[in-house]
């Protein structure tokens, strides 16, 4: 039952980090994702995180770690591409790269 709760936290999570990003989108970017879009982006920028290192990675005197948005999107964009589920523009996914990372500061506030 743990695993169970566990994974429709997730899902609800999931959900309002789709909500959230589709508000923080501008409106000609907006109209380019389908919210399944978004949820896949999302599990791609979770791989990402896992997958380079930034998780591991220690924070600044601040609490930041330097994260380069541009990188990310583009990698995100390839990726896509080379999972055949379509041919974004890293410039448009800049935007979901920015949206997820907002939508995180925000639960940490």
């Known amino acids: 039952m743990e695993s169970e709760d566990l994974f429709m936290n997730d899902a609800a999570d999931d959900l309002q980090c ?3 990003i589709r508000s923080y989108l501008p409106q000609d970017v907006k109209d380019r994702f389908t919210d399944d879009d978004l949820f896949y982006f999302i599990d791609l920028l979770a791989d990402y995180y896992v997958e380079s290192g930034l998780l591991d990675q220690e924070p600044d005197a601040d609490g ?4 380069d948005t541009e990188a990310i999107a583009a990698a995100i ?8 589920y379509g041919d974004f523009s890293p410039e448009d996914l800049i935007w979901v790269v920015q949206g997820e990372l907002e939508y ?3 639960g940490e506030d």
């Open 18 to 20: 789709v909500e959230f």
């Open 64 to 67: 930041c770690v330097e994260l």
């Open 77 to 84: 964009a390839e990726r896509a591409k080379k999972e055949h």
């Open 104 to 106: 995180g500061q925000e």
